[in-house]
């Protein structure tokens, strides 16, 4: 059983800058696809970005290409998302992703799907503020 655990978020003003966190319990954590989700109040849980086994491959939502960054560091079993720009619609639970079904992958389109993905964070909260 893998547990995921995400920090790094907070309150910040509009033009501001998060850096999100998340920590994986995995010992295999290097073989597989990370990926960034996000739900706001009353809306569908959607894609953010996703990373691959490697760093080699990213992948990002329209809406942050430009303004967020994920990596990942296999040594710490962390994956992170860099969030700069910030705007009030990016306000959020935002939860890290784990595919553990696909190993040693390339990141495609496919896994905008949370469907991809098997194992999830219990979130952490983003507010940015006008």
């Known amino acids: 059983q893998?547990?995921?655990?995400?920090?790094?978020?907070?309150?910040?003003?509009?033009?501001?800058?998060l850096r999100l966190s998340c920590a994986a319990s995995s010992r295999t954590f290097n073989r597989y696809t990370m990926g960034?989700?996000?739900?706001?109040?009353g809306k569908e849980r959607e894609f953010v970005a996703s990373i691959?086994?490697?760093?080699?491959t990213t992948y990002?939502?329209?809406?942050?290409?430009g303004r967020f960054t994920i990596s990942r560091d296999n040594v710490k079993n962390t994956?992170?998302?860099?969030?700069?720009?910030?705007?009030p619609e990016d306000t959020a639970v935002y939860y890290c992703a784990m595919d553990t079904k696909r190993s040693l992958v390339s990141v495609t389109t496919a896994y905008k799907d949370k469907s991809m993905y098997d194992f999830w964070g219990q979130g952490t909260q983003?507010?940015?503020?006008?």
């Open 2 to 17: 893998v547990q995921l655990v995400e920090s790094g978020g907070g309150l910040v003003q509009a033009g501001g800058s």
């Open 36 to 41: 960034w989700f996000r739900q706001a109040p």
């Open 52 to 56: 691959s086994w490697s760093g080699g």
């Open 60 to 65: 990002y939502a329209d809406s942050v290409k």
């Open 79 to 87: 994956v992170y998302l860099q969030m700069n720009s910030l705007k």
């Open 126 to 130: 983003v507010t940015v503020s006008s």
